[in-house]
């Protein structure tokens, strides 16, 4: 697993950083680990290509790409992803954090937030005392201030009951078996999985195979996979059955997906 160093100009135990607000991008390749680590300012991470995770003591947060994840100052985190993944990250000074959450979270990144990273992921590197500069940069944490929090994308959950349930459908996300059958095969009741789900994910089990089956597929339509091949291996009978489901949680198409995020200029290379 490659070990991972984030590329700054200072020192990761800096008390402050050099300007209020910070901007980097990077491509990291696949099974990246960041390993645990702080800082005294605020991070927002955002994956163009790929989902980034991040591990906190009490947090497992996961983000596609219309998700970023928030850091506020001194929060103990490892950084992860999966497959090859292209993100970048935006710091900000502990003085700039007030409008932000207090607490970790994924924020709903906007059409307009994502055009703004995209625009600062395609410019040479800009000092970052210039007026114009400093104007884009209060702007766009201004708009992650007004965006919408959730715990995370896709929660995870340490309960004895609900983990070996969620592992399962890890392993095999087409699995298609009901809340019914997934009690009787775990020796517990129908009723009582429901309430775990709900305590502890804040989810019907069915609403969270279905974001963890977008998760899986995000991968293999940025490679290129056929639709269909994708919807049968996720238990879908029919592509039609897929697109409608993806199309309601990701509100674009996987088609749609392919053209206006992995195409999008930010997704290429360097």
């Known amino acids: 697993m490659p070990i991972l160093r984030p590329k700054l100009e200072i020192a990761m ?82 003085d700039g954090c007030g409008a932000l959450p207090a607490t970790a979270c994924a924020l709903t990144v906007s059409p307009l937030v994502r055009a703004m990273l995209n625009h600062l992921r395609q410019q040479a590197p800009m000092p970052v005392d210039t007026p114009q500069n400093t104007r884009l940069m209060q702007v766009l944490v201004d708009q992650l201030a007004q965006a919408g929090c959730a715990n995370s994308y896709l929660p995870h959950s340490d309960d004895p009951l609900l983990a070996p349930v969620l592992q399962a459908l890890h392993d095999d996300p087409g699995d298609n078996r009901g809340v019914a059958d997934f009690a009787r095969g775990y020796h517990t009741t129908e009723r009582t999985l429901v309430r775990r789900c709900q305590r502890e994910l804040g989810l019907s089990l069915t609403e969270w195979r279905q974001r963890l089956r977008v998760v899986k597929a995000l991968p293999r339509l940025e490679a290129g996979d056929k639709v269909e091949s994708i919807a049968l291996d996720l238990g879908y009978g029919s592509a039609s059955a897929f697109i409608a489901m993806f199309r309601r949680l990701m509100e674009v198409t996987p088609d749609e997906y392919r053209r206006t995020v992995v195409a999008s200029p930010a997704a290429s290379r360097d």
């Open 13 to 94: 135990s800096s008390p402050e950083l050099p300007a209020p607000i910070m901007f980097r991008s990077a491509h990291v390749p696949a099974l990246g680990l960041y390993p645990q680590h702080h800082h005294a300012w605020g991070e927002f991470v955002y994956a163009f290509s790929g989902v980034m995770e991040v591990k906190l003591a009490q947090q497992h947060l996961l983000a596609p790409p219309q998700y970023g994840i928030w850091l506020p100052p001194d929060v103990e985190h490892i950084g992860m992803n999966r497959l090859e993944a292209h993100y970048c990250s935006l710091y900000v000074a502990r």
